[in-house]
Structures are given as structure tokens and as C-alpha cells.
């Protein structure tokens, strides 16, 4: 009774306590500058740290002044556009060579990449009885969740989980890079049976094949899929793998990672940022907003008529009514997210071979649209364009995803990122000077404080 208690008359009583008692002046933010959030009132970045595993540019100075220009992605110094060229021009898959890049700061040589690859392959694989004994055991209906408590059971299984040495903390980043494909669609395969009463299949991934393939094979009943599909959704994770330190998720990695707690506690922190609707789960409300769309306009040719739809969302009387279009604006990006366009190039291929030219063509429209009705409509201070999950959603839903795994894919993306910042977090944490010391009782409550 007590962990299912409802919502009472005397908890809504309290919650009222609390709520006047925990009223901010929001005025004193201004005065003391204190930041709501990673970015400023005008949307500038809160330099809140130091990294060089990946970069954002989204202006320029001109004659001393910041003007926009088109966004830049770099990893490790590499620009985004030249990253995933260079596997795309050789028909190859990009996710472990970034992995790679980013772990370590360089690209591999064909050599390195082989003994990488077979390093990932090597680990994917389960605990034994795992799947039976953490996975199938009361699953839940959210996957992060899912996810986050399996990540955290881990923790449980490893002989050595508190040592946060660099050689131990690399190999756990790596097992749990390799593993976060089956721990995401095991979860759902275990949802969708439990939850949803259907039809149980757990396929083994293979060492051979390749990070994207070997999600589409475990989530197929039949473990068939397309060059294209495995192609393009290889190219998803890429692009969705890193992202600067500043975003919610890599920024909770750096300060939980910097208490000195162990791999697991950390992933699972970074978890719990990323299951955020306003971090993680963009991508779901396009889908959702589209869906709604197709149900309310009539013509998905005519111009005017999208149009008008699109000014009801902005005016709160359409979809969920938070008066947002989801996927347009980014809180870095104005003129153009550069994720988003490598993603577009092939939306359309994979549009065509779905029989989704409709769809695609739609996407477009409002693609074009949006931001010169937002202008119009709203007081914006920067430009507004469509960032990456515009179209994530859309390729999710091609490749037939659940949408209870659309948040996940991003997770096995991102555990990437996450490492990659754990793992300069504790690198650099040694080398940060120390006030120089009266006395051993001055350096002792020092770090004393430190720990605290």
C-alpha cells in the first residue's frame, strides 16, 4: 500500500507548504548573475569547464562583432563534414572509428581499427543469466529507466567496479559501449512482452558485424535489414555521439565524475539528464507533432494551410498547446545545424525506398516554412533553423523503431561522449594547482572542504 500511496488531500496540502516556502525572487538571478541553466538571457553559452573532445561554432567575429554564421561541428578537431565523408565516400560504417577518435583523440590507422573493432565485439555480451535475472524482472515501461537500473546492476557484477584508475575506468567505458545496444533492445523486448503482451524473441548480436547492424538484427524478429537502413542509422549515431560539454547530460558526467565515484553511479547520472523531454526526447515530439499535423490538415500540399497550422502550434491551439515547433531552433545553432543537414542528404533515399515520399515532402514544407512564420510571429533574437531531431524522428520511424527506443538510440550514441568526458575529467583532475599551503592542518581543511 505504502509505495503505491496515492496523491491525498493531505499531500496536496503540503505540496502547497512547500511550494510557498521554496519561492524564488527570480529578480536576484539578475543581480547576483547567476545563470538559469547552461545559457545566458541570450542564449550564449555558460563557459562552465574546459574540453577538447569536441567543439561547437556557431558565430564568428567581424570587425569585432559577433555575427552568425553556419554551425560547425568538430571532433577532436575534425569537422563533422569531413568525419562522416570520409567513411560515407568508402561505403563504411563511421560509429566505432569515432568511438575510436573519441576516446583517444586521433583517428585509427586501418590496423588499429581492426584490433578496435574486435575489442568492442569481444564485449558484447551479457553477464551470464543477466537477461533473466536483471532485464526480464519487472520491466518497465520507460527504457531509460530500464537502462539506468540495469546500468547501475552492473555495478554488481564487476570485480573491481570502485577502482577509478584510468586503464579500469577505459574498460568500463568500453564494456559499456559495446553492451548498450542489448541492454536498450532487450529492455524493450522484454516491455513489449511483459507489457504489451506480444511475442518474445532475443537474438545474440554477432561479433562481425557492426554496432548499427547488430541493433536492427537483435530488434527484428526476422534480423533482416537493408544496407541503407544499417547505413543510415550507423550515420544517426555518429552524429548524435558528441556534442560539446555544455549540453545537460555530458555537463552531469563532468561534475558527478569529478566527485570521484565510480563509472556506473556516473553513466547512470548522465542517464537520468538525458531521459529529460527537453534533452533527450525532442525527437519523440516532432514525431508526435507530425502525427498530429497529418490528422488536421487536410492538404499536405497546400502551403496555406500547413501555414496555418503552424501558426496555431505557435499560438498554443494546436498539438500539446506549449506553443512550440518541435525540431526548429537550436540553443547554440541560428543559421543552420550542420547534423541536420548531413542527415537530410540521405532522409530522402531512405524516404524513397519506404515508400515515404509524402511523408518526406511534408518535412520539407514545414523545414521551409517554420522559420519565416516563427519570424514573423515571435521576437526571436537569433535565427531559428531545424536542428538534428527534425528529421531523427522520421528516420526512427522509417526504420520501424518503437518509439519507446527513439531516446535510447540517443543513450547508445552518447555513452560515447560520456566516456570520452569521464575519461578527461579524471585525467585532467590531478592537475589542477592547489593554493599554496600555510601548514599541513591549512592543507588538510582544504581538502577536507574539497571532499565535502
Not at 66 to 86: A, W
Not at 126 to 138: G, H, Q
Not at 418 to 437: C, F, G, Q, V
Request: with cysteine.
Amino acid at each position: 500500500m505504502g509505495f503505491n500511496m496515492k496523491v491525498t488531500p493531505e499531500i496536496e496540502a503540503l505540496t502547497k507548504v512547500c511550494e510557498e516556502n521554496s519561492k524564488m525572487d527570480v529578480a536576484l538571478y539578475g543581480k547576483y548573475d547567476v545563470k538559469r541553466g547552461l545559457r545566458d538571457i541570450n542564449g550564449k553559452g555558460v563557459l562552465a569547464g574546459l574540453t577538447q573532445v569536441s567543439n561547437i561554432v556557431s558565430s564568428k567575429t567581424i570587425d569585432g562583432k559577433s555575427v552568425p554564421c553556419d554551425g560547425e561541428l568538430y571532433y577532436r578537431g575534425i569537422n563533422i563534414k569531413d568525419l562522416t565523408n570520409g567513411f560515407l565516400k568508402e561505403n563504411r560504417f563511421g560509429f566505432e572509428e569515432t568511438t575510436y577518435l573519441l576516446l583517444f583523440g586521433v583517428l585509427p590507422t586501418e590496423e588499429q581499427l581492426k584490433d578496435f573493432c574486435k575489442i568492442l565485439g569481444n564485449q558484447r555480451s551479457l553477464p551470464r543469466n543477466f537477461v533473466r535475472d536483471v532485464i526480464m524482472k519487472a520491466p518497465s515501461k520507460d527504457m531509460m529507466n530500464t537502462l539506468s537500473r540495469s546500468v547501475l546492476t552492473l555495478y554488481s557484477y564487476d570485480s573491481n567496479p570502485e577502482d577509478i584508475s584510468l586503464p579500469n575506468v577505459l574498460r568500463q567505458c568500453i564494456n559499456l559501449i559495446s553492451i548498450f545496444p542489448m541492454l536498450s533492445v532487450y529492455g524493450y523486448q522484454a516491455h513489449r512482452h511483459y507489457n504489451q503482451n506480444k511475442s518474445l524473441y532475443i537474438h545474440n548480436p554477432k561479433k562481425e558485424l557492426s554496432t548499427a547492424e547488430n541493433i536492427l538484427r537483435m530488434l527484428r524478429s526476422d534480423k533482416k535489414y537493408t544496407p541503407l537502413e544499417a547505413k543510415i542509422l550507423d550515420l544517426a549515431l555518429v552524429l548524435h555521439m558528441e556534442h560539446g560539454g555544455g549540453n545537460n547530460s555530458t555537463f552531469t558526467t563532468h561534475v558527478v565524475s569529478s566527485s570521484g565515484t565510480d563509472t556506473y553511479s556516473a553513466i547512470a547520472a548522465a542517464l537520468g539528464s538525458l531521459k529529460g523531454p527537453k534533452h533527450g526526447g525532442a525527437n519523440i515530439k516532432v514525431v508526435s507533432m507530425f502525427d498530429d499535423m497529418k490528422k488536421h490538415v487536410h492538404d499536405w500540399k497546400d502551403e496555406e494551410e500547413v501555414s496555418a497550422y503552424l501558426r496555431k502550434l505557435l499560438h498554443k491551439e494546436a498539438f500539446d498547446k506549449r506553443g512550440l515547433i518541435y525540431g526548429m531552433g537550436h540553443a547554440v545553432y541560428s543559421i543552420s545545424d550542420p547534423r541536420a543537414r548531413i542527415f537530410k542528404q540521405f532522409v530522402k533515399q531512405l524516404a524513397d525506398e519506404k515508400g515515404r515520399q509524402k511523408d518526406y515532402r511534408l518535412y520539407e514544407m514545414v523545414e521551409r516554412l517554420a522559420p519565416v512564420i516563427i519570424a514573423e510571429e515571435r521576437h526571436i533574437y537569433k535565427g531559428v533553423s531545424a536542428n538534428v531531431d527534425f528529421y531523427s524522428g522520421f528516420v526512427y520511424s522509417m526504420l520501424e523503431l518503437p518509439l519507446e527506443l527513439y531516446t535510447p538510440m540517443f543513450a547508445i550514441a552518447r555513452i560515447v561522449g560520456w566516456s570520452a568526458h569521464r575519461m578527461e575529467e579524471l585525467i585532467n583532475t590531478d592537475k589542477i594547482i592547489r593554493p599554496a599551503y600555510k601548514n599541513v592542518l591549512e592543507e588538510q581543511a582544504y581538502i577536507a572542504l574539497e571532499e565535502r
